[in-house]
């Protein structure tokens, strides 16, 4: 290794030497780094510092990318959702509409249809009321004698043209 790379892992240990040693210093994720840095892994990248700085280069330059990309896609989920939700208002929407018509349609022809059958029960109803009156009458005039009786049978007036003469 050059003399300057040698310098720069010099600092990098000095820098990872304070951050374990200051106690002062308080991390969120500090248990996990510790855990990391105990780890091949981190015990590898810890021995090769360029190589450490270019991930760390890649990681920080990298996020701007990515957080780009999870925001389009939870934006193209959410309006995914509202254009299902949207959707699927337009189609109830549509459909209650139809079915409103095809019931008021339904109701008219109902409503028809009950005028109909209401003015052939009443026709039907005075059509039978009168039949019935008028039997009775006849029946009541034939009781009572009012009616007068049937003419004699054409043999019975033959006889007696005979005994007039």
Same mark, same amino acid.
């Given at each position: 290794?050059?003399?300057? #790379? ?32 105990? =780890? *091949? ?15 760390? #280069?890649?990681?920080?330059? =990298?996020?701007?990318?990515? !957080? ?7 934006? @193209? ?20 509409? !139809?079915?409103? $018509?095809?019931? $008021?349609?339904?109701?008219?022809? =109902? ?8 003015? $052939? ?10 039949? $019935?009156?008028? *039997?009775?009458?006849? *029946? ?5 004698? =009012?009616?007068? *009786? ?8 033959? @006889? ?6």
């Amino acid at each position: 290794m050059s003399k300057e #790379m040698q310098e720069l892992q010099k600092q990098w240990h000095a820098v990872v030497q304070s951050i374990h040693s200051n106690s002062n210093v308080v991390f969120f994720f500090y248990p996990q780094v510790v855990a990391f840095m105990n =780890s *091949r892994v981190g015990q590898y990248l810890d021995d090769h510092p360029f190589l450490a700085l270019s991930l760390l #280069m890649f990681i920080a330059v =990298s996020a701007i990318p990515v !957080a780009f990309f999870l925001i389009f896609v939870v934006t @193209t989920a959410i309006m995914a959702c509202i254009g299902v939700i949207v959707m699927e208002g337009v189609v109830i929407a549509i459909g209650g509409i !139809a079915l409103l $018509c095809v019931l $008021c349609g339904l109701g008219v022809l =109902s409503l028809g249809v009950s005028g109909v059958l209401s003015v $052939c029960y009443i026709v039907l109803s005075a059509l039978v009321n009168y039949w $019935c009156a008028s *039997r009775g009458q006849i *029946r009541k005039k034939e009781v009572n004698g =009012s009616l007068p *009786r049937k003419s004699p049978a054409v043999s019975d007036l033959s @006889t007696n043209n005979g005994k007039n003469e």
